[in-house]
């Protein structure tokens, strides 16, 4: 089926451990997204990319690199991962006019011990 | 800036009964607003959308969403809930083009049998 995949789809951490998250959509949507999701707080954006080659920071970037080398996939680094760092990831994508709203994966379920 | 509000994180309603979630925004530019639907485990879900066509808008599973200026608001509405409705629910703003979307708080609809 079309749409956006994440891998992996739960993961558990030790503080300090890295790891990146997969993202790959195969809409050829050229704007891709990740958000962490946390009880009582909704979605927030950590980075986007609005093409192959670019990427910006989100509301909440601090602790997370992405890198976006081929349109379909965009990755999120976590380079020493801490507790406050729990979470649900979610990645979207998204057509360039912002009329069709987002595609979103799965989800992955990180948590760091 | 953007914003969006949904007035109660929990509903709660008999199965036969009228579904009513409220959403509320905040946009300096005539706004896109969207609902999306999240079920346990799961990604979110595209629901409906409005893009400055017609103000009632039309979505998946039975859901309708009325856009009123002058209120600021995009309601979401099914007339008769059903046990499979019990999900959570995010209303959303971005404006014209933008790429980057601002989620509510997410809405828990429960469904009575």
């Known amino acids: 089926n079309a749409g956006v995949t994440q891998t992996p789809k739960f993961r558990v951490l030790k503080t300090g451990q890295s790891m990146t998250l997969l993202c790959a959509q195969d809409m050829n949507h050229e704007y891709m997204y990740w958000y962490r999701q946390d009880p009582g707080m909704g979605l927030r954006l950590i980075h986007y990319s609005v093409g192959e080659g670019t990427t910006a920071k989100g509301e909440v970037p601090d602790g997370y690199n992405v890198s976006r080398l081929k349109k379909q996939n965009f990755l999120l680094g976590l380079e020493s991962a801490a507790p406050s760092q729990t979470s649900v990831y979610f990645c979207?994508?998204?057509?360039?006019?912002?009329?069709?709203?987002?595609?979103f994966g799965s989800g992955t379920r990180l948590t760091v011990v | 800036a953007q914003s969006v509000t949904q007035l109660g994180s929990h509903v709660s309603v008999s199965e036969g009964a009228l579904v009513l979630l409220r959403c509320n925004y905040s946009s300096s530019v005539p706004p896109y607003l969207f609902w999306y639907v999240q079920y346990p485990n799961q990604g979110l879900q595209l629901l409906l959308k409005y893009t400055s066509a017609a103000t009632l808008v039309k979505g998946i599973n039975g859901f309708e969403a009325e856009f009123k200026k002058s209120e600021t608001s995009f309601h979401l509405t099914k007339p008769s809930a059903h046990m499979s409705d019990a999900a959570e629910y995010f209303c959303a703003v971005s404006d014209p083009g933008g790429f980057k979307t601002i989620f509510g708080a997410g809405t828990r609809l429960f469904v009575k049998a």
């Open positions: 979207a994508s998204s057509t360039e006019s912002g009329t069709t709203g987002y595609t």
